[in-house]
């Protein structure tokens, strides 16, 4: 998870202004993304890229939400501060290991590794996975504001930009490919960024 490529192969480039394009790039043209933006080994991007999709997540939700920040301090400003360097620098990490977990083993149940016709060598690895989780939660980035349309919205995004790249990666069919991705999109997606309780909320679950 923590292996960053000088050269990577066919993977991102560094820097704000490649957080930004990868970004742009993930929600206007994600099939393109996810083959030329996605390299073997090279998950460091991607793991920056879940942070500050996490941390900007955080920003949105205390900004226009401050009730929500705990009483960390006696400053709420320090308090909602800290919020988000947690959220960026701990949850972000640990819920993309979760999620990527979650990828791996819903790949294996779904048989996407075997008896789909589909040589090994033409298939992604547990790093293009996981990378593929991070950068699917691009639209997550927009839905900090505490608005539940807005974050279903954006969830049923995020699981369709993690559905079409673990199809583009793992080149399986769309049947294996939602029994796959599916579990991972509503824990990663759905409970992480509380996409699943801003739907209960919408339709009065």
Do not use: K
């Not at 501060?81 to 790949?107: D, M, N, Q, Y």
């Not at 930009?161 to 759905?190: E, K, N, Q, S």
């Amino acid at each position: 998870m923590t292996s960053w490529y000088e050269d990577p192969d066919g993977g991102r480039a560094r820097g704000p202004r490649g957080l930004a394009r990868a970004w742009l790039e993930a929600l206007g043209r994600p099939r393109r993304f996810f083959v030329t933006g996605v390299g073997p080994g090279d998950q460091a991007p991607g793991l920056t890229f879940a942070a500050v999709v996490a941390g900007v997540f955080a920003l949105g939700w205390v900004v226009s939400d401050p009730a929500i920040v705990p009483g960390i301090t006696e400053n709420v400003v320090l308090s909602a501060t800290v919020v988000v360097l947690v959220v960026t620098a701990l949850a972000a990490p640990v819920g993309l290991h979760l999620t990527a977990a979650v990828a791996t083993v819903s790949l294996i149940v779904a048989s996407i590794e075997v008896n789909d016709g589909v040589s090994l060598r033409d298939r992604g690895g547990v790093s293009e996975t996981v990378q593929v989780v991070a950068y699917a939660s691009a639209p997550m980035a927009l839905a900090g504001p505490p608005v539940p349309a807005l974050r279903l919205a954006c969830g049923l995004y995020a699981a369709v930009l993690l559905l079409v790249g673990l199809r583009t990666i793992h080149a399986t069919t769309w049947l294996r490919t939602l029994v796959g991705g599916l579990p991972p999109a509503v824990f990663g997606y759905g409970i992480g960024y509380r996409v699943v309780a801003a739907t209960r909320t919408l339709f009065g679950g």
